[in-house]
């Protein structure tokens, strides 16, 4: 072929392969259409490419053309010593070998005996940043000596395979990561996640929003994120101090009753995050919280019952107590204790409580009283009566003690 036409040629192969590369986002595509242009411009039955892998230990034909289906994308080579692989890509320099039968540098793989390679020629392929990925290799079924005006081809060749390459695994990884964040918000229903712009109007409503707060995000894209907030706290200008203290600090928490579409109330615990491009100017905000109504329902009506239980314990004229059943010292005692014991809660709460206690029984009674307690432990319900020595007059009283578990 004449030497113009074959530049014409090669030429043409970097072209049509630059217009794949701005085309596709598919690497296995761009890798094996590389293959095929290289092969088509050396007129040669086969190319591959080899992909490091397992740390540098072996080399995958990623891609290929002309091979057996059992070669490309399955085969893999150790990248041993005396190989020009591993040379190639060591040196970052090309290799070629005229006839196989006369190389005494390296060895050659069987597989290529048996697919009756001849000659070759590899280049590594250096992603930016100096970090190989693998070769690009002609073979050729007869001797051949590859000039060096097509060695300098395939150097050019992989000199653009390599960003490109670099390009492709950056987007996938993008993709992946974008992929995983969108799985990640889109399950989470029970976080009200959502972006606005610098005024605070919702740009972004993702799913846990609409499931948080009523709205759809046709109804919420746009609207102001004071939506959300409850009447009293629009009143106050929440919503705005909010937006204020994520611009001065960064984050501003966001732990507060909110409204629903529907005009029912959920209570989130979450925070607000200013939005800044790299230099520095404000984007917007995300707003991230948590419903956890039901939580926060589950602890009021706990208060509720303790302070009712506070009041019944601080009103009745019997003894109440209660005690950790894992310790057995008290965490709770009525006032009634002083008027019955004739000595003062201080006192009792004050450091070891069943010593204390124990302490004002009768010490004829006092191995009886802990027995009992120790079976209420195990589950019982006791009723036991026992004589105590008042510390304030001395005076002995029987007291008849119901004592009872309180299981979870």
Not at 108 to 124: C, Q, R, S
Not at 263 to 274: D, N, Q, W, Y
Not at 396 to 408: G, K, M, N, Q, S
Request: aromatic share 8%.
């Amino acid at each position: 072929m004449p030497e113009l036409e074959q530049m014409l040629k090669r030429q043409t192969a970097l072209a049509d392969f630059g217009d794949l590369a701005l085309r596709s986002e598919n690497l296995d595509e761009i890798l094996r259409e590389a293959c095929r242009l290289v092969a088509e411009a050396l007129e040669t039955v086969r190319a591959k490419i080899m992909e490091i892998k397992q740390g540098g230990r072996s080399l995958l034909v990623r891609a290929g053309v002309g091979w057996d289906p059992g070669i490309v994308g399955r085969l893999r080579l150790p990248m041993a010593e005396n190989s020009s692989e591993t040379y190639a890509i060591a040196a970052g320099e090309p290799v070629v070998t005229q006839d196989i039968s006369e190389e005494d540098r390296f060895d050659v793989p069987p597989f290529m005996k048996e697919a009756g390679i001849v000659a070759l020629v590899n280049v590594p392929i250096i992603l930016p940043g100096g970090q190989p990925f693998g070769l690009l290799q002609v073979d050729a079924t007869e001797r051949r000596s590859f000039g060096d005006d097509e060695v300098q081809f395939l150097r050019t060749y992989a000199s653009v395979l390599g960003p490109v390459i670099d390009r492709l695994f950056k987007a996938q990884e993008l993709r992946s990561t974008e992929e995983r964040f969108r799985l990640t918000v889109e399950a989470a229903l029970d976080y009200g996640i959502f972006l606005t712009d610098p005024e605070d109007r919702i740009t972004d409503w993702l799913p846990g929003a609409e499931a948080v707060f009523g709205w759809t995000a046709e109804e919420a894209v746009g609207q102001p994120a004071a939506i959300i907030f409850t009447p009293e706290d629009r009143e106050s200008r929440q919503d705005l101090w909010e937006t204020e203290t994520a611009i001065r600090d960064g984050v501003a928490p966001n732990d507060r009753w909110h409204s629903r579409k529907d005009g029912e109330r959920v209570f989130i615990e979450g925070s607000t995050r200013a939005l800044r491009d790299p230099d520095g100017k404000l984007r917007g905000f995300l707003k991230i919280g948590q419903d956890v109504t039901e939580r926060r329902r589950g602890e009021e009506r706990l208060r509720e019952s303790e302070e009712r239980f506070r009041q019944f314990g601080e009103a009745s004229s019997d003894v109440i107590w209660i005690r950790n059943a894992g310790t057995m010292q008290m965490e709770y005692l009525s006032p009634a204790f002083e008027r019955v014991y004739g000595a003062s809660r201080e006192a009792v709460l004050g450091g070891d409580t069943l010593e204390r206690w124990a302490g004002l029984i009768d010490p004829e009674d006092r191995e009886a009283a802990l027995a009992a307690l120790q079976r209420v432990r195990g589950g019982e319900q006791i009723t036991h009566e026992f004589r105590i020595l008042r510390p304030s007059d001395g005076e002995v009283r029987w007291i008849e003690d119901t004592d009872f578990p309180i299981l979870r």
